[in-house]
């Protein structure tokens, strides 16, 4: 099994400090190590009301060449626990495409709405890839 190690990724003018993030590109560089990958990952980033990180991004599943199962259970558990404001998800597509696919849109659209039951609001779905990122919210997908 290959181990993953996300690293957050600062540049000097970027939205992205070690501690904040304000805007999908800053998301995006924060999950830059998963893009290369062959198998889909789903990941979550944890943020207080600020937007300042809780911890470090993490992994919630490894899926296969072309889909991954998510529950928000796993998404949910450890931000409830750190006591987040709102999180931020993204995911790889190993094919290099830069669409949501049916599947994503449905996925989260269910995490949006288990966030809005639970307090935590699901500020952005990012689509990683060689190609660059997808930003769910500015595509108008999340309202």
Do not use: W
């Not at 540049?11 to 999950?31: D, M, N, Q, R, V």
């Amino acid at each position: 099994m290959n181990h993953l190690d996300i690293r957050i990724v600062s540049e000097p003018s970027a939205t992205l400090s070690p501690e904040h993030i304000t805007e999908a590109y800053g998301a995006a560089k924060a999950f830059s190590a998963i893009a290369e990958l062959s198998q889909e990952v789903f990941g979550v980033i944890d943020l207080d009301g600020a937007h300042h990180i809780i911890g470090d991004p993490r992994i919630v599943t490894v899926g296969l060449l072309t889909c991954n199962q998510v529950h928000p259970r796993e998404v949910f558990a450890p931000a409830i626990a750190a006591r987040a404001e709102s999180i931020i998800v993204a995911h790889n597509h190993p094919s290099g495409t830069l669409e949501a696919s049916p599947e994503d849109i449905a996925m989260t659209e269910r995490l949006v709405k288990a966030g809005r039951i639970l307090g935590i609001e699901v500020l952005d779905h990012v689509i990683v890839s060689r190609s660059g990122y997808l930003s769910l919210r500015q595509q108008g997908v999340m309202v």
